[in-house]
């Protein structure tokens, strides 16, 4: 399925599957990705293997109500993070089997969507600390009253980002931090709009990192999205044409851009379709995603949560979930949705 198609955003899950809906996708290579949320009350993790999406029935995963975050290093070195009624769930793929493993901090009931990257040699956690796993040993950074860690990318196990907020959002502010291999350093705060939650960083080098969030618009008005970019000495806003969208999702592009993307709630011309955004280092164009047949047509209907690479060049995951029509009875069901972005050749 994955060489033949085409170029641009194309289903790759729709419709009924195990999930109903995913909050995190990582792919070590073209042939081996995960992505983890729920169904019902229910952790599901769907894996790809080249060819299509199916519900990972791997021994050794526990019972959780929902799986939040997953990171892949290689086909055989996975980690996910979920939480169930016994609290934090840590689990780790060898390649045969998944394994449970002992975390650290208490789960973080403010978010208990904390957020997981891992490099060769290390695994970093987010949440009201920051923590580094490596060696079967855990390091934890304590962070200031009312700080909470949303998003880290790692580049290597002695250099990654991590962003976050200084609660309540009213009257907080954004936090950056870098790990050097020892420990955590505070960088210069993002100057975002007021009131904007930091969800989202992107690092491509030291000299190269984006951070993106959004503030609540006044008054039921649409959300107001921002993306900062720092260049090792200054940030600079490149939020551009961004605008009305709950921006929950950035990923490089390998090329020096971004792409973006989240739950858009721009007025549309006609219907309602999933928006995603891309930026080459200069310029902000929008783009569709491909439209589920059986989702409802009312706006908005799609939603993304997280972006990936998806092995090869130039192709990127995208999951999340849609709405599909309102039932005889009035209720409204949501399910599961993956895209795949081909580059086209050249």
């Given at each position: 399925?994955?060489?033949?198609?085409?170029?641009?955003?194309?289903?790759?899950?729709?419709?009924?599957?195990?999930?109903?809906?995913?909050?995190?996708?990582?792919?070590?290579?073209?042939?081996?990705?995960?992505?983890?949320?729920?169904?019902?009350?229910?952790?599901?993790?769907?894996?790809?293997?080249?060819?299509?999406?199916?519900?990972?029935?791997?021994?050794?995963?526990?019972?959780?109500?929902?799986?939040?975050?997953?990171?892949?290093?290689?086909?055989?070195?996975?980690?996910?993070?979920?939480?169930?009624?016994?609290?934090?769930?840590?689990?780790?793929?060898?390649?045969?089997?998944?394994?449970?493993?002992?975390?650290?901090?208490?789960?973080?009931?403010?978010?208990?969507?904390?957020?997981?990257?891992?490099?060769?040699?290390?695994?970093?956690?987010?949440?009201?600390?920051?923590?580094?796993?490596?060696?079967g040993a855990w390091q934890t950074f304590k962070l200031p009253y009312l700080v909470d860690i949303r998003d880290i990318d790692a580049l290597s196990a002695d250099n990654a980002y991590a962003t976050g907020m200084q609660y309540p959002v009213d009257d907080g502010h954004p936090v950056v931090y870098h790990w050097d291999g020892t420990?955590?350093?505070?960088?210069?705060?993002?100057?975002?709009?007021?009131?904007?939650?930091?969800?989202?960083?992107?690092?491509?080098?030291?000299?190269?990192?984006?951070?993106?969030?959004?503030a609540q618009g006044k008054h039921g008005a649409p959300p107001i999205p921002s993306v900062m970019r720092w260049n090792g000495a200054a940030w600079r806003n490149i939020t551009g044409p961004l605008a009305d969208m709950y921006l929950d999702s950035l990923s490089s592009d390998g090329a020096g851009g971004l792409w973006a993307t989240?739950?858009?709630?721009?007025?549309?011309?006609?219907?309602?379709?999933?928006?995603?955004?891309?930026?080459?280092?200069?310029?902000?164009?929008?783009?569709?995603?491909?439209?589920?047949?059986?989702?409802?047509?009312?706006?908005?209907?799609?939603?993304?949560?997280?972006?990936?690479?998806?092995?090869?060049?130039?192709?990127?995951?995208?999951?999340?979930?849609?709405?599909?029509?309102?039932?005889?009875?009035?209720?409204?069901?949501?399910?599961?949705?993956?895209?795949?972005?081909?580059?086209?050749?050249?």
């Amino acid at each position: 399925m994955a060489a033949a198609m085409a170029p641009g955003w194309e289903l790759s899950l729709s419709g009924d599957s195990a999930a109903s809906s995913l909050m995190s996708v990582s792919a070590p290579d073209a042939n081996h990705a995960w992505a983890v949320g729920r169904k019902a009350m229910r952790g599901v993790i769907m894996r790809w293997d080249g060819r299509s999406w199916q519900a990972d029935t791997t021994p050794g995963l526990p019972d959780v109500w929902q799986w939040s975050a997953v990171t892949a290093v290689s086909a055989d070195d996975v980690w996910a993070y979920g939480v169930g009624n016994d609290g934090q769930a840590l689990v780790h793929y060898d390649g045969d089997r998944w394994s449970s493993v002992p975390t650290a901090g208490d789960l973080d009931r403010s978010w208990p969507e904390v957020p997981l990257d891992a490099v060769p040699g290390r695994l970093f956690k987010g949440g009201k600390a920051l923590y580094t796993y490596t060696d079967g040993a855990w390091q934890t950074f304590k962070l200031p009253y009312l700080v909470d860690i949303r998003d880290i990318d790692a580049l290597s196990a002695d250099n990654a980002y991590a962003t976050g907020m200084q609660y309540p959002v009213d009257d907080g502010h954004p936090v950056v931090y870098h790990w050097d291999g020892t420990t955590w350093t505070l960088l210069p705060q993002p100057p975002l709009k007021k009131s904007t939650d930091a969800v989202q960083i992107v690092a491509e080098s030291p000299g190269s990192v984006y951070v993106g969030g959004w503030a609540q618009g006044k008054h039921g008005a649409p959300p107001i999205p921002s993306v900062m970019r720092w260049n090792g000495a200054a940030w600079r806003n490149i939020t551009g044409p961004l605008a009305d969208m709950y921006l929950d999702s950035l990923s490089s592009d390998g090329a020096g851009g971004l792409w973006a993307t989240g739950l858009d709630k721009s007025a549309p011309e006609v219907g309602s379709e999933p928006v995603i955004w891309h930026y080459d280092g200069a310029t902000w164009t929008k783009q569709a995603g491909a439209l589920a047949p059986d989702a409802a047509t009312s706006w908005p209907s799609y939603a993304f949560n997280d972006l990936a690479p998806a092995g090869d060049p130039g192709s990127f995951w995208a999951v999340g979930d849609y709405k599909m029509p309102m039932d005889e009875h009035g209720d409204t069901k949501v399910t599961a949705l993956i895209e795949r972005f081909t580059a086209p050749k050249g």
